[in-house]
C-alpha cells in the first residue's frame, strides 16, 4: 500500500513539474510560447526557456524537426540576448525524438524591433 501511495506522489510532482507553454506570439508558419515558471531575473538580467513550435517540418543535418526549445540570456538593460541551450524535437510542442541538443552560450546581439526575440526579451524582463 505504501508502494501505492509513493507511486502516486510521484506521478503527481512530475506532472505538475512539466512546462507549461504560454502562447507569446505567432505568424502564418511559427508560434512561440514560453514557460513563465523559468523566468529568473537578477538586476538587469533574465533568463527564460521558450519553445519555438513550426509548422513545417524543419532540418538540421538531416534530422527533420518541428520544435525547438531554448534557454536564452537577456540584458534588460542594454537590450541584448544570447542562447545559453537549444534542443530540436521531431514533433510538435517539444514532443518526440530528441534531434539535437545542447549547453552553449553564444554572443551577445542586440534585440532586433518587432521580432520574436523582441517579445521574448520583453517578456522576461517586464516585471509582473
Not at 8 to 37: F, K, P
Request: glycine residues 6%; contains cysteine.
Amino acid at each position: 500500500m505504501r508502494k501505492v501511495i509513493l507511486m502516486m506522489l510521484l506521478a503527481g510532482v512530475s506532472s505538475s513539474a512539466m512546462a507549461e507553454w504560454v502562447n507569446v506570439g505567432r505568424n502564418e508558419n511559427t508560434a512561440i510560447y514560453v514557460d513563465q515558471s523559468t523566468v529568473q531575473r537578477s538586476g538587469n538580467m533574465a533568463t527564460m526557456w521558450h519553445l519555438t513550435d513550426f509548422n513545417h517540418v524543419h532540418e538540421d543535418m538531416g534530422e527533420p524537426y518541428l520544435s525547438t526549445k531554448d534557454q536564452n540570456e537577456y540584458d534588460c538593460k542594454e537590450a541584448k540576448w544570447r542562447r545559453r541551450a537549444s534542443s530540436q524535437h521531431s514533433k510538435n510542442m517539444g514532443a518526440g525524438k530528441v534531434v539535437y541538443s545542447d549547453s552553449y552560450t553564444t554572443k551577445w546581439k542586440p534585440v532586433p524591433p518587432d521580432s520574436g526575440i523582441e517579445i521574448l526579451w520583453k517578456f522576461a524582463c517586464i516585471k509582473r
